[in-house]
T-cell receptor, first 114, second 113 residues
Framework: NAGVTQTPKFRVLKTGQSMTLLCAQD?????MYWYRQDPGMGLRLIHY???????AKGEVPDGYNVSRLKKQNFLLGLESAAPSQTSVYFC?????????????FGPGTRLTVL | GDSVTQMEGPVTLSEEAFLTINCTYT??????LFWYVQYPGEGLQLLLK?????DKGSNKGFEATYRKETTSFHLEKGSVQVSDSAVYFC????????????FGRGTSLIVHP
């Protein structure tokens, strides 16, 4: 049981390049999330998904797109990377969307945009 | 809207010292409260949680009590170890809202031998 995994662990992009971050979970969770973590800002929600084929915007969605074609995978795309998107990206999943439910996090992807 | 406020860090302690990390919240509904811990180079993991007023969450020697009257959920540990050095996040999930967790900014704890 690997839990939540993220690919890649590190990436350096040039401004304007595109890339896709992959998140996979093997816990059969319905709900998946993408966060970014910046110094002094805590975690900010980018997009989330309440099930296969559905996505919704979070707090900071601009410049990102997502897809959830399979229940176990949640992809985060950057179409034209900007230096402001330099951050650590975390994927998380949860079984349900009740107030008491725990989120399970991946190890993170450190992205640098030059 | 919902928000979580944590004390700013870093908090620097000697081994075996008493730890308190303050957390207060505002919520439109009746939230569940969480503490997550992030060890260096890793993702967040749940440390403890409480789902109703006066509940005490506990794990690995850490405790936090849900205080509705003061809207607080302070994290405490009686004797910290070097291995407790990490970033601690307070979070809430509001039954009156979207249930998507709201996180505080995190408090870094550094424990010296």
């Amino acid at each position: 049981n690997a839990g939540v995994t993220q690919t890649p662990k590190f990436r350096v992009l040039k401004t304007g390049q595109s890339m896709t971050l992959l998140c996979a979970q093997d816990m059969n969770h319905e709900y998946m999330y993408w966060y970014r973590q910046d110094p002094g800002m805590g975690l900010r929600l980018i997009h989330y998904s309440v099930g296969e084929g559905t996505t919704a915007k979070g707090e900071v969605p601009d410049g990102y797109n997502v897809s959830r074609l399979k229940k176990q995978n949640f992809l985060l795309g950057l179409e034209s990377a900007a230096p402001s998107q330099t951050s650590v990206y975390f994927c998380a999943s949860s079984y349900s969307l009740t107030s008491a439910d725990t989120q399970y996090f991946g190890p993170g992807t450190r992205l640098t945009v030059l | 809207g919902d928000s979580v406020t944590q004390m700013e860090g870093p908090v620097t302690l000697s081994e075996e010292a008493f730890l308190t990390i303050n957390c207060t919240y505002t919520a439109t509904g009746y939230p569940s409260l969480f503490w997550y811990v992030q060890y260096p180079g890793e993702g967040l993991q749940l440390l403890l949680k409480a789902t109703k007023a006066d509940d005490k969450g506990s794990n690995k020697g850490f405790e936090a009590t849900y205080r509705k009257e003061t809207t607080s959920f302070h994290l405490e540990k009686g004797s910290v170890q070097v291995s407790d050095s990490a970033v601690y996040f307070c979070a809430l999930s509001d039954r009156g809202g979207s249930y998507i967790p709201t996180f505080g900014r995190g408090t870094s704890l550094i424990v010296h031998p």
